[in-house]
């Protein structure tokens, strides 16, 4: 597979068919959005070198913050699963317009989420971004909820692309990796799409298949080339990166994975944000996103997120190629240092929501020390009471940040 599909530089994903995606999306006909299409993929090209621009290319949306499937590879899968948020349509319009000032071009509808879980407010915002002038609207999804029905309204909605994460051949694999018995459905929802496609004559959306490396199914990514080139528009062979919270044995060594660290230079920043379920601005889409959360809107605009210093330094951390000196982003790309200060032992810096918690947490264990105080005489019992009693304290604080999404790992290292 790697010998045909060389790995393009700072990408974490290897794609067949790539010039597909390089063309306007196929309902973009007119001369003006052609030209237009054209500067988005030269300034695309110019932020995959890491180049500067004024404003994101792109706006990834989590519409909202579940799934209905529990991946072991994935936060939804752990115990650190985002409580459910849900966007307000109105937020997301109000950062479409913003951006359409801009001229945005691209937006994706999803983050880590399965945006078919809602596909009433889904397809409300493809629409609302194609007549604000957005080009190019997509997502990625896990197929379960893509049925015939769902296709019809994505055609409709002139939505521009669907990938469909399915990263086996066979459904033994597919339970391994998704813990899900559905896939045959997955596969089924995947040709009907393009069938459907076929039957209309449109050449909307394209569709692209995923497969996740990892040591649980890389013997069957040849098979998985072989099944797909040529039946669905693309095939893509995806990195895994790390997931806060979640450490399993699904990591592929760094050999295997053919990625050169030492030339590696994040590109994401430069090319796209992300607004959240909960409103958080996030510097890039992958899961460390969420660790490294800018600000909040309407509080802050994207604009005022792209220029913030914190993003600054993050571009300049990738422009030099310092993304181990981050540890959200060593993690992130898999190759932390031996000397990296380890996720249970790093510093958390609380969100508001965390911070909440842990007063509500210290008012109560101060209560209960003072019942201690108040109800046991003095002896070893009792000061062996009152340092479990701090112990669990310590724990029960560890617990609010070590799992909220939003708190902080070790800033500014
Ligand atoms: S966490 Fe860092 S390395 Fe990972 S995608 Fe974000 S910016 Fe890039």
């Known amino acids: 597979m790697s010998a045909t599909m060389p790995l393009r530089p700072n990408e974490m994903t290897v794609v067949t068919d790539q010039e ?15 030209a237009r299409w054209a500067a988005f993929r030269a300034a695309y090209h110019r932020a995959q070198a890491c180049e500067d621009g004024d404003f994101p290319l792109q706006l990834d949306f989590g519409l909202h913050a579940s799934c209905n499937f529990r991946c072991p590879l994935c936060v939804h899968g752990g115990v650190a699963r985002p409580p459910e948020s849900f966007l307000p349509f109105e937020t997301a ?50 197929g379960l909820a893509l049925p015939t029905s769902i296709g019809l309204h994505l055609i409709d909605a002139r939505v521009s692309k669907v990938m469909v994460s399915i990263d086996a051949t066979t459904p033994e694999t597919f ?23 076929t039957r209309l004559r449109v050449t909307w959306p394209l569709v692209r298949v995923n497969f996740l490396k990892t040591n ?20 893509a062979f995806l990195s895994r990166v790390g997931v806060p919270g979640v450490e399993n044995d699904f990591a592929l060594s760094d050999q295997r994975l053919d990625r050169n660290f030492d030339e590696f ?64 982003c060593a993690h992130c790309v898999g190759a932390k240092e031996p000397s990296m200060i380890d996720k249970p032992f790093a510093y958390h810096k609380p ?39 701090e112990t669990a304290a310590m724990w029960a604080i560890k617990a609010v940040v070590f799992n909220d999404p939003a708190s902080e790992v070790a800033p500014g290292l």
């Not at 013997?219 to 040529?230: C, I, K, N, P, S």
């Not at 509500?360 to 009792?382: D, T």
């Open 20 to 34: 597909r995606f390089e063309a306007p999306p196929g309902d973009v006909t007119g001369a003006a959005d052609v």
């Open 265 to 328: 230079h994040c590109a994401l920043p430069f090319k796209l944000m992300v607004v959240d379920a909960d409103g958080s601005i996030l510097p890039c889409c992958t899961f460390g996103g969420r660790s490294m959360p800018l600000g909040r809107t309407p509080e802050m605009t994207i604009r005022e997120a792209w220029t913030n210093p914190k993003m600054s330094a993050l571009r300049a951390l990738h422009q030099r190629g310092g993304f181990r000196e981050n540890p959200v």
């Open 93 to 142: 319009q109000r950062v479409i317009d913003e951006a359409s000032e801009y001229g945005l071009c691209s937006v994706k509808l999803n983050y880590i989420n399965e945006p078919l879980q809602y596909p009433d407010t889904l397809l409300r915002v493809a629409r609302y971004a194609k007549k604000r002038g957005v080009l190019n609207t997509y997502f990625a999804t896990n």
């Open 175 to 197: 339970y391994a990796m998704r813990r899900s018995n559905r896939f045959f459905t997955v596969v089924a929802h995947v040709e009907e799409l393009l069938n459907l496609r």
């Open 351 to 389: 969100s508001a929501d965390g911070l909440q918690k842990i007063t509500e947490l210290r008012l109560g264990f101060s209560e209960m020390k003072a019942i201690i105080e108040r109800n046991c005489p003095e002896s070893r019992q009792r000061a062996v009471a009152l340092t479990e009693l």
């Open 216 to 235: 649980v199914n890389m013997h069957e990514a040849d098979a998985f080339l072989a099944r797909w080139r040529g039946v669905a528009d693309s095939v």
